[in-house]
């Protein structure tokens, strides 16, 4: 049986019976009686209207207000009688018929207040001034007013023509009339009110003609045919819906009869539902508390109970996020459950059409065609089977089956639908889990990375204030070493200090590239000819106990970075093994492709999946325990007593910026191996091929602004450039090394602007350039990685030298900058004589 057409069909009869109930109680007739009520008051209200004005007429109201409170009660009663009509198109139209007669009557009521009081005002003060002129000892005077109030009389009752017009000849008469000066002003005003009154009256009794003229039962007449129409309508209807909802309520009792039946079907199957919820709770408690440890016998007791509610012979839970996967089985004794079925289905399912639940329910497997899906299914064995998997817009991927494999097919159930709450008690515990194990790994992370940068941001402060004691170092070794003589004590002891301060220079560097946080310019670099140019390097100071061999399996490996950094990253790792090495040896350097399909971990870092190239640097030393493999990329710590700490973890935080990975495997007495994983660049761009440096040439007197806020700093690098062939010009100032830019700007060939604590000698360059445009200007700075080429270009500089200064890095800094700057004026003069 089924339920919901039944649902719908009573459904359907007690709308229908309530309707029938309340059409056959005639509830309109109050509707009815309102609308009459309504159009009684109308023609009352109407009667007592001109009732109210022709009282006002005789002079027998002194005031208007009981007119205006009729008035009011007859637009009330209009608007009555248009909300009791409701929606009735032809009810509507008399009333608006009746409601236009109503304006025109409120109208002509308007202009007979406003014309009758003006006719009361004047009646008043004609008889006023008539009687004080009856007195006077003028008989022509007396003859004439009476009259003329005779006259008036006649007008008041006849307002015809000929009325007005007698009235007319005897205002005429009276005021052609000679009369004594002190009545003259009474006769003036008798005069001027008769006017106005023969000038009223017949108005006032047009407007009362008017109004018993529009005072007419024909428009009522036809509202009340309407409402007594309808009225005797609606009765008629209401005792035939009386006899339908007789014959309803006999169709209603044997409906309830049909749906008793339905009641004893339906309560087995809530009894039923009743215990899967049963189980479904218990599950969900289970999994609550559950740990990593105990999830996965919870999982399978759970998929046990599930699959005994519909006969399933084995039942899996597979889930698949973006860098794990996990899967849990059960199958009933004696039925084999292949390891790799579950991660099939996962995928199979998608296959499946589930609907709006996302649920493939198929009680017996019957492929219709060769082509048919269900064909994967019966290969596999299975005559039955129900999966519940994610809805659609979830990123997560997994599904609950269920399969009947001995049976014939899976029992029959109604209630499919509350595996979706087995399954997301499942998935959820099994998110929770995978999201607990990887919070912790997250914050681990995190405190590592909190460390990492605290003491990143605390070892570049140092630096660059070492640095500033390393640039005196330097400077004065440049300035002594000129004076001394070449071979000498004093010139060895100055080279050995030079020595000292470039490794204490390439300390400062270190420092600095591992506090520094963004990346620097990027450019596609061919990884064997960066490791050919690395060996060079290193052939030099490598021990001549060890020996590096180079082996690569893959030709054109590029990749995407800074070429000065990945050097040192090599650089550090093939220092670190040949430090290792205490007798000779060999460090091997490999090169690998490696494609990752699945996310893979590396060391601390988790690898999308993608194409990477692999730097490996393998030594045969003497290895390291697991504890100290744990701290090796840990700032500042060393198993050497000369060593600083910063090499590994500069590697580290290098690799990183790059998007790659590094790894260690190490062993008491089985040697060392770091894995460099950097991803593969495949794009279009042109690679980066290192470049012959070009010769430093000194100066030949060119003048050089030198900007530099600290005094004695500025005398020893205005000794520099003195010593190189250049005549410096120092300021400490930036206000007064513009003015003397603006003042001659030809004077100076070229500028030098030193580092600044604070990271202000940038705008100090581009404060300089705006002052003087064509300048060519050269920044000092501790690191240049983190100043981007567009950046550098609108503060107007063209070249960079490293601070503390080198004599060789700026006499080759300054050749370049002056020979660009002369070509510029060459092809800016050819351009002008054109």
């Given at each position: 049986?089924?339920v919901?057409?039944?649902?719908?069909?009573?459904?359907?009869?007690?709308?229908l019976?309530?309707?029938?109930l309340?059409?056959?109680?005639?509830?309109?007739?109050?509707?009815?009686?309102?609308?009459?009520?309504?159009?009684?008051?109308?023609?009352?209200?109407?009667?007592g209207?001109s009732?109210?004005v022709?009282?006002?007429?005789?002079?027998?109201?002194?005031?208007y207000?009981?007119?205006?409170?009729?008035?009011?009660?007859?637009?009330a009663?209009?608007?009555r009688?248009?909300?009791?009509?409701?929606?009735?198109?032809?009810?509507?139209?008399?009333?608006?018929?009746l409601?236009?007669?109503?304006?025109?009557?409120?109208?002509?009521?308007?202009?007979f207040?406003?014309q009758?009081a003006?006719?009361?005002?004047?009646?008043?003060?004609?008889?006023?001034?008539?009687?004080?002129?009856?007195?006077?000892?003028?008989?022509?005077?007396?003859?004439?007013?009476?009259?003329?109030?005779?006259?008036?009389?006649?007008?008041?009752l006849?307002t015809s023509?000929?009325a007005?017009d007698?009235?007319?000849?005897?205002?005429?008469?009276?005021?052609?009339?000679?009369v004594?000066?002190d009545?003259?002003?009474?006769?003036?005003?008798?005069?001027?009110?008769?006017?106005?009154?023969?000038?009223l009256?017949?108005?006032?009794?047009?407007?009362?003609?008017?109004l018993?003229?529009?005072?007419?039962?024909?428009e009522?007449?036809?509202?009340?045919?309407?409402?007594?129409?309808r009225?005797l309508?609606a009765?008629?209807?209401?005792?035939?819906?009386?006899?339908?909802?007789?014959?309803?309520s006999?169709?209603?009792?044997g409906?309830l009869?049909?749906?008793?039946?339905?009641?004893?079907a339906?309560?087995?199957?809530?009894?039923?539902?009743?215990?899967?919820?049963?189980?479904?709770?218990?599950?969900?408690?289970?999994?609550?508390?559950?740990?990593?440890?105990?999830?996965?016998?919870?999982?399978?007791?759970?998929?046990?109970?599930?699959a005994?509610f519909?006969?399933?012979?084995?039942?899996?839970?597979?889930?698949r996020?973006?860098?794990?996967?996990?899967?849990y089985?059960?199958?009933?004794?004696?039925?084999?459950?292949?390891?790799?079925?579950p991660?099939?289905?996962?995928?199979?399912?998608?296959?499946?059409?589930?609907?709006?639940?996302?649920?493939?329910?198929?009680?017996?497997?019957?492929?219709?065609?060769?082509?048919d899906?269900?064909n994967?299914?019966?290969?596999?064995g299975?005559?039955?089977?129900?999966?519940?998997?994610?809805?659609?817009?979830?990123?997560?991927?997994?599904v609950?089956?269920?399969e009947?494999?001995?049976?014939?097919?899976?029992?029959?159930?109604?209630?499919?639908?509350?595996?979706?709450?087995?399954?997301?008690a499942?998935?959820?515990?099994?998110?929770?889990?995978?999201?607990?194990?990887?919070?912790?790994?997250?914050?681990?992370?995190?405190?590592?990375?909190?460390?990492?940068?605290?003491?990143?941001?605390?070892?570049?402060?140092?630096?660059?204030?070492?640095?500033?004691?390393?640039?005196?170092?330097?400077?004065?070794?440049e300035?002594?070493?000129?004076?001394?003589?070449?071979?000498s004590?004093?010139?060895?002891s100055?080279?050995?200090?030079?020595?000292?301060?470039e490794?204490?220079?390439?300390?400062v560097?270190?420092?600095?590239t591992f506090?520094?946080?963004?990346?620097?310019?990027?450019?596609?670099?061919?990884?064997?000819?960066?490791?050919?140019?690395?060996?060079?390097?290193?052939?030099?100071?490598?021990?001549?106990?060890?020996?590096?061999?180079v082996?690569?399996?893959?030709?054109?490996?590029?990749?995407?970075?800074?070429?000065?950094?990945?050097q040192?990253v090599?650089?550090?790792?093939?220092?670190?093994?040949?430090?290792?090495?205490e007798?000779?040896?060999?460090?091997?350097?490999?090169?690998?492709?490696?494609?990752?399909?699945?996310p893979?971990?590396i060391g601390?870092?988790?690898?999308g999946?993608?194409?990477?190239?692999?730097?490996?640097?393998?030594?045969?030393?003497?290895?390291?325990?697991?504890?100290?493999?744990e701290q090796?990329?840990?700032?500042?710590?060393?198993?050497?007593?000369d060593?600083?700490g910063?090499?590994l973890?500069?590697?580290?935080?290098?690799?990183?910026?790059?998007g790659?990975?590094?790894?260690?495997?190490?062993?008491?007495?089985?040697?060392?191996?770091?894995?460099?994983?950097?991803?593969?660049?495949?794009?279009?761009?042109p690679?980066?091929?290192?470049?012959?440096?070009?010769?430093?040439?000194?100066?030949?007197?060119?003048?050089?602004?030198?900007?530099?806020?600290d005094?004695?700093?500025?005398?020893?690098?205005?000794?520099?450039?003195?010593?190189?062939?250049?005549?410096?010009?120092g300021?400490?100032?930036?206000?007064e090394?513009?003015?003397?830019?603006?003042?001659?700007?030809?004077r100076?060939?070229?500028?030098?602007?030193?580092?600044?604590?604070?990271?202000?000698?940038?705008?100090?360059?581009?404060?300089?350039?705006?002052?003087?445009?064509?300048?060519?200007i050269?920044?000092a700075?501790?690191?240049?990685?983190?100043?981007?080429?567009?950046?550098?270009?609108?503060?107007?500089?063209?070249?960079?030298v490293?601070?503390?200064?080198?004599?060789?890095?700026?006499?080759l800094?300054?050749s370049?900058?002056?020979?660009?700057?002369?070509?510029?004026?060459?092809?800016?003069?050819?351009?002008?004589?054109?």
């Open positions: 049986m089924k919901a057409p039944a649902t719908v069909g009573v459904s359907f009869l007690l709308v019976l309530t309707w029938l309340v059409s056959g109680l005639n509830l309109n007739s109050d509707h009815y009686d309102r609308q009459s009520q309504a159009l009684a008051d109308f023609t009352r209200f109407e009667r209207m009732r109210e022709l009282t006002s007429r005789a002079g027998l109201s002194r005031n207000d009981a007119l205006v409170r009729m008035v009011d009660a007859y637009d009663a209009v608007t009688l248009r909300e009791a009509s409701g929606s009735d198109r032809e009810e509507n139209a008399a009333i608006d018929v409601a236009g007669r109503a304006r025109r009557q409120e109208e002509l009521i308007e202009q207040k406003s009758n003006l006719l009361q005002n004047s009646f008043a003060y004609f008889g006023m001034f008539s009687a004080r002129l009856s007195w006077s000892e003028d008989k022509a005077l007396v003859a004439g007013v009476s009259a003329l109030a005779a006259s008036m009389l006649h007008l008041t006849d023509s000929v007005a007698e009235v007319q000849a005897r205002l005429d008469g009276l005021a052609h009339l000679e004594q000066p009545e003259a002003a009474s006769i003036r005003a008798v005069i001027a009110h008769g006017q106005m009154l023969h000038d009256l017949p108005a006032v009794d047009a407007i009362l003609k008017s018993v003229a529009e005072a007419s039962n024909r009522q007449d036809a509202v009340h045919a309407l409402i007594t129409k009225q309508t009765r008629a209807a209401a005792r035939k819906n009386r006899l339908l909802q007789y014959l309803t006999l169709l209603l009792l409906g009869v049909y749906f008793g039946l339905l009641l004893r339906r309560a087995k199957a809530l009894c039923r539902r009743a215990a899967f919820e049963h189980v479904i709770a218990n599950i969900s408690m289970r999994f609550i508390d559950s740990r990593c440890d105990e999830l996965r016998s919870h999982v399978e007791r759970a998929l046990e109970e599930l005994g519909i006969g399933a012979d084995r039942a899996y839970f597979a889930w996020a973006a860098t794990t996967g996990k899967v089985r059960w199958s009933r004794e004696g039925v084999r459950l292949d390891e790799a079925w991660e099939r289905a996962l995928d199979l399912a998608q296959r499946f059409d589930g609907g709006d639940d996302a649920i493939i329910y198929i009680p017996k497997v019957r492929p219709s065609h060769p082509d899906t269900m994967l299914l019966e290969e596999a299975i005559r039955g089977w129900l999966c519940i998997k994610t809805l659609s817009g979830q990123q997560q991927a997994a609950l089956g269920f009947a494999v001995q049976a014939v097919a899976l029992s029959q159930w109604a209630e499919f639908a509350l595996f979706r709450m087995a399954f997301d499942i998935r959820n515990s099994v998110a929770r889990v995978s999201l607990e194990q990887e919070r912790e790994m997250l914050q681990a992370s995190l405190q590592q990375a909190r460390r990492m940068e605290t003491i990143g941001t605390f070892a570049s402060g140092i630096a660059h204030n070492f640095n500033n004691i390393v640039g005196a170092i330097l400077g004065y070794v300035m002594a070493d000129g004076g001394v003589r070449p071979g004590r004093s010139a060895a100055l080279a050995e200090i030079r020595r000292a301060g490794r204490a220079r390439e300390l560097g270190q420092i600095l506090g520094r946080r963004s990346r620097g310019r990027q450019k596609r670099i061919r990884i064997e000819v960066l490791v050919a140019e690395t060996t060079a390097l290193l052939a030099a100071s490598l021990p001549s106990h060890v020996k590096l061999a082996s690569q399996s893959v030709e054109a490996a590029t990749v995407s970075g800074e070429p000065e950094q990945l040192q090599i650089l550090n790792l093939c220092n670190n093994a040949a430090q290792a090495l007798e000779p040896g060999v460090i091997d350097l490999r090169i690998a492709e490696r494609e990752v399909i699945h893979l971990r601390r870092t988790e690898l999946s993608g194409r990477f190239i692999v730097i490996s640097v393998i030594d045969p030393g003497p290895g390291m325990d697991d504890a100290t493999l090796i990329f840990e700032p500042f710590f060393t198993t050497r007593a060593g600083t910063l090499g973890a500069t590697v580290h935080e290098i690799i990183d910026q790059h790659g990975a590094v790894a260690a495997r190490s062993a008491p007495g089985a040697g060392t191996r770091f894995d460099v994983w950097l991803p593969s660049d495949r794009s279009s761009q690679v980066s091929l290192p470049q012959a440096r070009p010769l430093a040439f000194r100066g030949a007197g060119e003048t050089i602004l030198v900007l530099e806020a005094r004695r700093r500025l005398l020893r690098h205005e000794e520099i450039l003195a010593a190189l062939g250049y005549e410096p010009v300021f400490t100032g930036l206000a090394a513009e003015a003397a830019g603006r003042a001659s700007r030809s100076f060939d070229a500028a030098l602007v030193c580092h600044l604590p604070g990271g202000s000698s940038l705008d100090l360059a581009a404060s300089l350039h705006k002052a003087v445009p064509g300048l060519p050269i920044l700075s501790p690191s240049t990685h983190d100043l981007a080429a567009h950046v550098l270009a609108d503060s107007g500089i063209t070249g960079m490293h601070h503390p200064l080198m004599s060789s890095e700026l006499a800094a300054l370049r900058c002056l020979a660009t700057s002369s070509a510029n004026d060459g092809l800016n003069q050819i351009a002008s004589a054109r």
